[in-house]
Each structure stands twice: as structure tokens, then as C-alpha cells.
């Protein structure tokens, strides 16, 4: 099933971010990732919804219903610009060292803490580049990894 | 000139009063003190319930009974928690309800201080939406827009959480003014070209029915409703919420279809080639199996919600907007088409004639609800309103009781809550002091809030109560009768205890009971009478009695279990 993105403009008051996951679970509808973060526009929020459903009309049409939401704009994929931030802590040791820091640094992250035996990598990026980092990493131990959620705009105007 | 200074609690009542209300129902407590202060010198009426809930489903019986906005008012913690049945029942029915209740002083908030609760986290699915104040100079505000919330849209419930600090913050009354709110713009007006493709679909149709529930009622849409149908010649349902939007006893009104309706609205969706819906929502009381509802049907379907159009089942023309402007929409369409229904109306009423509603009370035997309802009808005033439980009884209600205008029939359709009928009825009666107000209630229902019996004579409500007593959950029974065996498991609550007629005379209401068929007449003759205090009647029934016809849940429509026999059809 493919993915949709619904882009969540909301009032940024006290509460909202519950209410909004509320009536996900409560209408029992599966999301993959959910970033809320601020926008240009002062008292507003944004959340970047993902989710598989086949239909998002009745998800979209529940949040509406939200006196805190103000617009949900589903996000056409072929128009659509993602991202999404990575922070991924992995083993090394003398051997592996070279190898982990070339192979992060060839996929596009930046190292920006090495110790002896471990090394932190960031990495911002579309959501496939961030899992190809993951399973290139995995391999040499990932300690703990943490992915910001999927935020995501439309190319046109 | 700087006007004086009031505290939050004086704010809420100045807010109340300036939003012209004029009866509240509530329980006060520890956070919630200092608002009860005030109230004592204001001319609002507060009605002194005996539990929370109690004073949740007044406040539901006053707004369902008026159409306006119920207010109900708690303390934190258990007063709050206390009213989350009444806010999702309200939620459900789509009831115009305020409640304001107080919470532990700010700072103590997130302390699990006494009597505290997260009443706005508890209340976020119960609710059209809540409030936490932070300063008492929002109160009037709030309050304001809570109201707007509530009544204007899809009404509902709206709840305000006020800390303890915060009544008693002094700060300076400034008039509430609506301003926009930028995610709250209910849609009234129905698009023009939905309304034309909708009068397209009604003049291809040669068997239309209109499919109409609570939306007509809360739109006050009625009489437009009565043109549209009679002046298209167009059959009617009503669904619980429902009924009494269209008048019973009208040919054009077959009543209400679904798992306990009779078979003729039932059928006569299934038959249908064009299902109008409007303010309705599949609920599946109606639909049963949705896959086999209607299947034979194209759909219209209008409502002011727009989450409630495809949830269940996708129209062929969805219309969002305010009931009464589709109706005028449609009858300006469809203007003096002529549909000719006649072969359609001719099948329906063969169906009725075949298929009546039926009941057996025999001379000698036990009394049967319909017909005591019955009886009961001949003898109260047209304007009646009628308030029940959940249940059997509530199911005989709708079936045999005739309504014949909007807001005379209240209960708890969407949520089923036992122990709604007593204290919704107390507050309809607050709302209309000259009318007959009958809460029609089952034993089992009745023991959940017949405290509030003490409410009604105490704050001289002088409501009739009739307590149909089988001495068991009658639903229950017969569900475990068709579907468990007749192992009747937890469903018994006895005839005997307690004695319906001196628990009402302690609470200072005068208590009657009815047994024989030749008590009926003059029990309720005596029980009309008295109009200085609330009259009980404890009705005996027959435990053994069953409501059909039956559609099982999650069956089809197409097979409406008619009686007893009927039964071996599953």
C-alpha cells in the first residue's frame, strides 16, 4: 500500500498535539511517523502526518473536526519535498573505525562525535537515504539510533 | 471610569447570566466553592442534584427537551469523572451541553493533589472540545465561545476546567465578543450543484424513502421536512433520535426502521431504490450488517457533519450542510415535479397491513408495556413529553408511542445509558414547569439514578415516573433467552426488592403500582392528577415478554425475526 503524507496546520495552543494523536488511536487509524514543529506564521503549528491507510479521507475529515485544526492539505507525492533528521550511535574499534567513518561520511552523514569505541553520526535526508545509512551501520553494532519523523512540503506554489 | 473588580467565580456567574441562562444543574464541591458563592445572590436557578451524573443527564434533558444549551456544573476529581457518561452520551446524541467544572489551584495541578483528575486529558474524547483556564480574565471569553461550540454546527458537549486560584483571581469584567475562530467553521449552506444532482437522483427515483433522524430535530428543520414529504408524496422513517420529526399517524410516516423497528420501515429501506438521508448517521441499530443494507438503493446523504458522510457507507451525492437548508433546497428543485409514488406507497401500506406491530395482553395475564403505553397515551396530554431509559421498554416506547412533534421524545439513543430517564426528565420539566413530563424507565435502569427521585421532590419537580418492573435487565434476558441458552446469567434483579412504592414515598414522591389489567386506567387517571409532587408508578410486566421484530446484530435487514416462531429462521 503506498504511503500518504497529510501536512496538519494548527493552532499551537496547550494540548493540541494530544488531542490530535487522540483521535488517531481513537478512531484506530495506523501512522508511520508524526512531526509537530512550528511554522513562519506566529501561533501556528505544523504536523507532518504519514500514514498507509487506503483512505485518509475519514482521518482527515475526524481531525477537521478538531477546534485546534485549522487545515490538512494531503501532500501529492510527485510534488512533494521530504526530510527527515537522524542521530545514530554505532561501535567501533581500531579496525572498524576507517571503514564506519568512510562508508557514513560516502552515504551523506556527518560524524560529529567519535570516541574510542563508539562514533556519532547525523544525518538529514529522505526517509529511504536514512534506513540505507541504518542497514550499512547495522553490521558494526548500532548502540541506539533515533529518527526525528518525516516532515514534508510541496513544491509548488 | 474602571469598572469594579470581580473574582473568576463571580465571572462565571456574570458570563452565565449575560449568556441569558437561566436554570444550571450541578453538585458542588471543594474546587469548585467559590463559584457557589456568587451563585447564591444570582437569579439563575441551580438545581442541587445527588450525583454528578444525575446532574450531567438534567442538564441533556433540559437542552434535548428546549434545543437550547444545558449547563451543568461539578467539582474536580470525582465531580469531574463523575460526568463523563453524560459528556459522552451528550457526545453521542449530539446534545448543546456546557459544563464548567473547578480543578485543584494551578500550582497544585499535575501534583495528584486531593480531588485532583486530568479532567481535560479524560474529557478530550467526550467532548467537542474543552478548556483549561489559565487567568480569570479569559473567563467570559471562554465561556462565550464554548457556548458558540456547542449549539452551533453539530452540537455537543463543551467542558470548561477553571482552578481554584483562578475564582478567586480578581480582575476586570470585559464584555465577551465571538471572534473567528480559524478551525471552527461549520458549513450551513449546502452546495447548489450537490442539491441539484440530489433533485436529479429524487425525479429518476420511483421508490424513494426519506431516511431521517436527530438532524432534522436539532435543525428545527421539521416543517420543512413535512413539506418535502407531503408535497412529493416521498415515505418517511424516523430514527430514534428521530422521532417525532415527522409526525406518526401520518400516511406518509412508516416510523422507525433497525434492529428493533417495525418490518415495514425496515423493508422498506431494503426495498428502496433511492434512501434520502438527512441528519442521520448508519448508526448500526439501523444499518445492521451495512453490507446488506439498501443494497438496491443509490444514496443522498446530507448532514452538517462532514466525518458522518462515507464513514458508513459512500452516497452518491453527499451534501454537507444545515438540515433545513438542504430541505428548502431541494423542495426549491424539485419545484412542482411530479414523482408519483402511488405504486411505492401502495406496496408499503400492503406491507403494513401485513405486517403489523403487535402485542398479546391478555384479560387476566400479566401486563404487557405496549399495552399499558397504550392506555397511558389515551390519557396524557398531546404535548407530553416522553423521557425514557434503555432497553425493552425503551424499544416498546418508540415502537407504540405516537409523536407527533419534535423535542417530546428524549433518550439516550447513540451511548444506550441506563439511568438516563429519571434525571433527563427532571430536567426537561425544569425547562417546562406546565408540561407533562413522563420519564418511562425500566426497573434496572431506574435503580442506577433513582436518587434523584429526592432532586424532584426537593426542588418540587413534579414529575411522573412509570417504572415498568420485570424484576430483571429485560434485554439482557432476552438476549441470553435467543442467543445463550436461556442461562440467564446476572440478568435477575427481582420483582419484590425494593418496594418501588414506599422508596418513593421516602423521597417524598407519592408512590402507586399497577399489577392488573383493570388497574391501569385508574393508576394513571390518579397518577395525572397529582401534580404537586412526582408521582411513581411501579408497573408489573411480564419477564417472559420478548420486542420484535428483531433484527440480531450484525444480520441483514432482509431478515426481520417477527416473533417467537420466527426465531428458528436463525
Known sequence: MSERILSVLVEDKPGVLARVASTISRRGFNINSLAVGPTNIEGRSKMTIVTELESVEQVKKQLNKLINVIKIVELDPDNTIESEVLLLKVSINKDTQTSVIEKASLSGAKSVDVGQDYAVFEMTGSSKDLDKLENLLKPFGIIEMIRGGRIAIQTKL | MSEEKLSGAELVVRSLEYMNISTIFGLPGGAILPAYDPLYDSPIRHILARHEQGSGHMAEGYAQATGELGVVIATSGPGATNLITPLTNALMDSTPLLAITGQVASEAIGNDAFQEAYTVGLTMAATKHNYLITSAEEIPQVLLEAKHIATTGRPGPVLVDI???????????????????????????????????????????????????????????????????????????????????????????????????????????????????????????????????????????????????????????????????????????????????????????????????????????????????????????????????????????????????????????????????LPAAIGAKAAYPDRQILALDGDGCFQMTCQELITASTENIPIKIVVFNNGNHGMVRQWQKIFYKNRFSASELTHHTPDYVALAESMGATGLRMIEKSDVKKVFEKMLEIDDKPVLVECIVDPEDMVFPMVPAGGSNDVVILNEDDLKKL
Not at chain 2, 480578581?170 to 449552506?189: F, H, Q
Not at chain 2, 437522483?201 to 407531503?230: C, D, M, R, W
Not at chain 2, 408524496?233 to 423497528?261: Q, S, W
Open chain 2, 163 to 421: 482552578p481554584k486560584d483562578i475564582l478567586n483571581q480578581k480582575v476586570e469584567w470585559i464584555e465577551p465578543k465571538l471572534i473567528e475562530m480559524p478551525g471552527y467553521k461549520p458549513t450551513l449552506e449546502p452546495n447548489p450543484k450537490m442539491i441539484n444532482q440530489a433533485a436529479e437522483l429524487i425525479k429518476q427515483s420511483k421508490k424513494p424513502i426519506l431516511y431521517v433522524g436527530g438532524g432534522i430535530i436539532h435543525s428545527k428543520a421539521n416543517q420543512e421536512l413535512f413539506e418535502l414529504a407531503t408535497k412529493f408524496k416521498i415515505p418517511v422513517v424516523t430514527t430514534l433520535m428521530g422521532r417525532g420529526a415527522f409526525p406518526d399517524g401520518n400516511e406518509l410516516c412508516f416510523e422507525m426502521p433497525g434492529m428493533h423497528g417495525n418490518y415495514t420501515a425496515t423493508t422498506s429501506i431494503q426495498k428502496s431504490d433511492l434512501l434520502i438521508a438527512i441528519g442521520v448517521r448508519f448508526d448500526d441499530r439501523v444499518t445492521a450488517n451495512p453490507k446488506f443494507f439498501a443494497q438496491n438503493a443509490k444514496v443522498i446523504h446530507a448532514d452538517i457533519d462532514p466525518a458522518e458522510i462515507g464513514k458508513i457507507r459512500e452516497p452518491e451525492v453527499p451534501i454537507v450542510g444545515d438540515a433545513k437548508s438542504v430541505i428548502t433546497g431541494l423542495i426549491e428543485k424539485l419545484a412542482d415535479t411530479d414523482l408519483n409514488t402511488s405504486d411505492w406507497l401502495d406496496e408499503l401500506n400492503q406491507m403494513k397491513k401485513e405486517y403489523p406491530l403487535s402485542y398479546n395482553q391478555e384479560e387476566k395475564g400479566p401486563l404487557k408495556v405496549p399495552f399499558v403505553l397504550e392506555e397511558l397515551q389515551k390519557l396524557a396530554d398531546d404535548d407530553a413529553i416522553v423521557v425514557s431509559g434503555v432497553g425493552q421498554h425503551q424499544m416498546w416506547i418508540s415502537q407504540h408511542w405516537n409523536f407527533t412533534s419534535p423535542n417530546t421524545w428524549l433518550n439516550s439513543g447513540g451511548l444506550g445509558t441506563m439511568g438516563y430517564s
